[in-house]
């Protein structure tokens, strides 16, 4: 068990550039989530996988940004024509089916648009 | 809908005593879990505690303890004999049972542990 993990740790762009994170789940978690986190505040919940499905999109996910789980393994999300705003930091979490044990956090993708 | 409250935004305590951070909810739901997740400055978020709805008894581990008021819809986090490696911001999170079992974090609290 390796955790969680997220690439790259950081992520300069010039806006209106795309970008493309990635999170390597737990081997044996089905469920995959990401969060966003602005300065200040706790992550809100973006979007989750159950395997390849995404299940639940929130209404923060518009449609500048993009997440796929092929083969239910590791994750992408894609944000195309980026904006100042979207600077934050990218969390991705996993969990097997008992997520009220708690998730596995990935240590996130700091995104800095400039 | 869920809502997660943290009215402090930062609380400092000395080395070696009791410091209890603050959280409310709201949530019409009956199923849910309440959780303590420690932000360091590392960034990875870990869980410290986690809260059935449905137990009475409060919930403890270690140095970590909380006391849930369902009524009242309060979970605060209790550290004790507090530590340096404390430090960090503690964020307080609900879910609810069932779908896709989502938290919803408050604002954080940044914990401050002076020597």
Redesign the interface.
């Known amino acids: 068990d390796t955790g969680v993990s997220q690439d790259p740790r950081h992520k300069i762009t010039k806006r209106g550039q795309n970008v493309t994170f990635r999170c390597d789940p737990i081997s044996e978690h089905n ?1 995959l ?1 990401w ?1 966003r986190q602005t300065l ?6 973006l979007t ?1 996988f159950q395997n390849e499905a995404q ?2 999109k929130s209404r923060l996910l518009s449609d500048r940004f993009s997440a796929e789980r092929p083969k239910g393994s590791f994750s992408t999300l894609e944000i195309q024509r980026t904006e100042q705003g979207d600077s934050a ?1 990218y ?1 991705c ?1 996993s ?1 097997s089916r008992g ?5 596995t ?4 993708t700091r995104l800095t648009v400039v | 809908a869920q809502t997660v409250t943290q009215s402090q935004p930062e609380m400092s305590v000395q080395e070696a005593e009791t410091v209890t951070l603050s959280c409310t909810y709201d949530t019409s739901e009956s199923d849910y879990y309440l959780f303590w997740y420690k932000q360091p400055p590392s960034r990875q978020m870990i869980l410290v505690i986690r809260q059935e709805a449905y137990k009475q008894q409060n919930a403890t581990e270690n140095r970590f303890s909380v006391n849930f008021q369902k009524a009242a819809k309060s979970f605060s986090l209790k550290i004790s004999d507090s530590q340096l490696g404390d430090a960090a911001m503690y964020f307080c999170a609900s879910l609810l049972q069932g779908g896709s079992e989502k938290l919803v974090f408050g604002k954080g609290t940044k914990l401050t542990v002076n020597p």
């Open positions: 469920r989530y969060y200040g505040q706790g992550p809100e919940f989750y299940l639940e930091m969390l979490a969990s997520t009220v044990y708690g998730y956090f990935g240590s996130g």
